[in-house]
């Protein structure tokens, strides 16, 4: 893991405490595997009551599950080499995390649902993959995990593109065919799905 230990060197140094990261994977591969899944699954949900608890059983029903589970897994493997890496190569530790994936579970949202706050308690970082979505089916809230942050009014833009501010919580609209990384610490919940239609994604957890 990289130290938490913060080196005083000779000059003028930059230091960002505790940020916040997320990524978001959205390209020709990932919305391909949303339209097959769009054909596939919502026939099966309907039909079924036992699909959203054992779905990652089903790959002999669903082949095109594993193909999926292996695109979020390469993605994944991407996000422990950028975030997890060690900094620090004196320890003589490994250069990455030995991070897996541990679950993973369908959340389907009716017109009228949406999910409470809460958080992924005992893994790394999470995914969620968005099969289907619709305008007005319910965004994705993440809460600043600073509880005192909203106590002062400030914007702060990085060099690398990233945005602090006083706002106790970021909100992602969805896209079909996105598939979006973050700590699992982070509590985040999803907004009332306001559409007539059903939102679909697939959420994981890694540790």
């Excluded at 994977?25 to 039909?47: G, M, P, W």
């Excluded at 965004?139 to 006083?166: C, F």
């Amino acid at each position: 893991m990289q130290t938490t230990k913060i080196e005083l060197n000779e000059g003028i140094n930059d230091t960002i405490l505790f940020p916040s990261w997320i990524k978001t994977v959205y390209n020709d591969t990932s919305r391909n595997f949303a339209e097959q899944f769009n054909q596939v699954l919502l026939k099966k949900i309907h039909a079924t009551n036992n699909l959203l608890d054992s779905f990652w059983k089903m790959n002999n029903q669903i082949p095109e599950i594993n193909e999926l589970k292996n695109f979020i897994v390469d993605e994944a493997e991407k996000v422990i080499e950028q975030y997890f890496g060690v900094i620090d190569e004196k320890y003589h530790r490994s250069n990455v995390y030995k991070i897996k994936m541990e679950r993973c579970w369908l959340n389907l949202n009716i017109p009228g649902e949406g999910d409470t706050p809460h958080h992924h308690r005992g893994s790394a970082f999470s995914s969620v993959f968005y099969i289907k979505t619709h305008p007005k089916s319910g965004d994705l809230i993440l809460l600043d995990p600073r509880t005192t942050s909203a106590m002062t009014t400030y914007v702060i833009e990085h060099k690398n593109g990233g945005i602090q501010t006083d706002r106790a919580y970021r909100r992602i609209t969805p896209k079909t065919g996105t598939l979006l990384f973050f700590p699992s610490h982070l509590i985040h919940y999803v907004e009332t799905n306001l559409s007539p239609y059903d939102r679909l994604c697939l959420a994981c957890n890694f540790g």
